[in-house]
T-cell receptor, first 115, second 116 residues
Framework: AQSVTQLGSHVSVSEGALVLLRCNYS??????LFWYVQYPNQGLQLLLK??????LVKGINGFEAEFKKSETSFHLTKPSAHMSDAAEYFC?????????????FGAGTRLAVHP | DTGVSQDPRHKITKRGQNVTFRCDPI?????LYWYRQTLGQGPEFLTY????????KSRLLSDRFSAERPKGSFSTLEIQRTEQGDSAMYLC??????????????FGEGSWLTVV
């Protein structure tokens, strides 16, 4: 069965510092992996996704993630944090069965950015 | 291209009352999902529609919950005899037709339910 584990429910960084949010997955088939961001009182917005091909995926707002099969990881990074990056981030894996897909989410990591 | 629209955005209800949420997916998206998100947790899958057919219901969806998508366009999620444990954000999402599990699933802003 597919599952996702996000290490660290809260991460705090200084403005301008590297952002690293960790995600490990479990999947019995080659996974499709996603990162979503959720700002307060809002829905989820797709940051980036990995399906096939290049393992380093670039997304919006300067974020990127690297799929590492050997480590079953899909960590999210950004070289320099902005105050506007403060939000909750969710990693998700696709469960595809019966001809359709659905997302299985991790518990989320809340990112705080301080001056 | 408008996104997924949900209504109402916030609902406060007394325990035991019925509530209904509406979701309008992105036009031409035949796949529609409902998720529930409680504080400090990731979204949890509730149910899935392909066109008007409800193809999957999670065990989280008790008998008090019912979802419909009568014409394969908008969907409603009704909760009968609400309980305090139903307090959560209910997220609707949609995706386009097609094979493969890489289709992006787009989420709405969510409907917050508070049961008092």
């Amino acid at each position: 069965a597919q599952s996702v584990t996000q290490l660290g429910s809260h991460v705090s960084v200084s403005e301008g510092a590297l952002v690293l949010l960790r995600c490990n997955y479990s999947s019995s088939v080659p996974p499709y992996l996603f990162w979503y961001v959720q700002y307060p009182n809002q829905g989820l917005q797709l940051l980036l996704k990995y399906t096939t091909g290049a393992t380093l995926v670039k997304g919006i707002n300067g974020f990127e993630a690297e799929f590492k099969k050997s480590e079953t990881s899909f960590h999210l990074t950004k070289p320099s944090a902005h105050m506007s990056d403060a939000a909750e981030y969710f990693c998700a894996v696709t469960l595809f069965s019966g001809g359709y897909n659905k997302l299985i989410f991790g518990a989320g990591t809340r990112l705080a950015v301080h001056p | 291209d408008t996104g997924v629209s949900q209504d109402p955005r916030h609902k406060i209800t007394k325990r035991g009352q019925n509530v209904t949420f509406r979701c309008d997916p992105i036009s031409e998206h035949n796949r529609l999902y409902w998720y529930r998100q409680t504080l400090g947790q990731g979204p949890e899958f509730l149910t899935y529609f392909q066109n008007e057919a409800q193809l999957e219901k999670s065990r989280l969806l008790s008998d008090r919950f019912s979802a419909e998508r009568p014409k394969g366009s908008f969907s409603t999620l009704e909760i009968q005899r609400t309980e305090q444990g139903d307090s959560a954000m209910y997220l609707c999402a949609s995706s386009s037709p097609g094979t493969g599990s890489g289709n992006t699933i787009y989420f709405g802003e969510g409907s917050w339910l508070t049961v008092v």
